[in-house]
């Protein structure tokens, strides 16, 4: 019986520790975002010799349920929720923007303002810089 005990106490560990470890790892992951660091605020107009962003994304409501941006064929730049006010913005040549609630989010393509979606509605489109 003593052998038994001894297995299942083992099996116990082994499991605390895997599941310590996929934990961390997820908390890691979640939290590996720069723009998570401190978001930047929407700012007036841009002025004369500023770089134009090719894409800005700011939540306009309580939560913006998964906004993802991400180079074509390429590296994931955004893939979580906003929080109302949170601005982000991208200066890459072109980029793939998806939006779970397109009605959320506030869109600037190139300093210019796109249409807003309808609540509840995923959109996604690509963007270019000029």
């Not at 934990?23 to 979640?30: I, P, V």
């Not at 002025?47 to 994304?57: D, I, M």
């Not at 309808?118 to 959109?123: H, I, L, Q, T, W």
């Given at each position: ?15 605390v ?71 982000v ?10 939006l ?29 810089a000029?």
């Amino acid at each position: 019986m003593g052998l038994a005990r001894l297995a299942v106490a083992v099996l116990a560990v082994a499991g605390v520790a895997t599941l310590l470890v996929i934990g961390g790892r997820a908390l890691f992951l979640s939290l590996d975002t720069p723009e998570r660091a401190e978001p930047q605020r929407a700012t007036a107009e841009p002025t004369a010799g500023a770089q134009v962003p090719t894409v800005r994304l700011e939540c306009v409501a309580d939560t913006c349920p998964l906004v993802t941006v991400r180079v074509p064929g390429g590296d994931v730049l955004q893939y979580r929720d906003m929080t109302r006010g949170e601005e982000v913005r991208y200066f890459q040549p072109e980029l793939d923007v998806v939006l779970t609630d397109a009605a959320t989010v506030r869109v600037t393509e190139n300093g210019r303002p796109r249409a807003q979606g309808k609540a509840g509605e995923r959109e996604a489109f690509t963007v270019e810089a000029p």
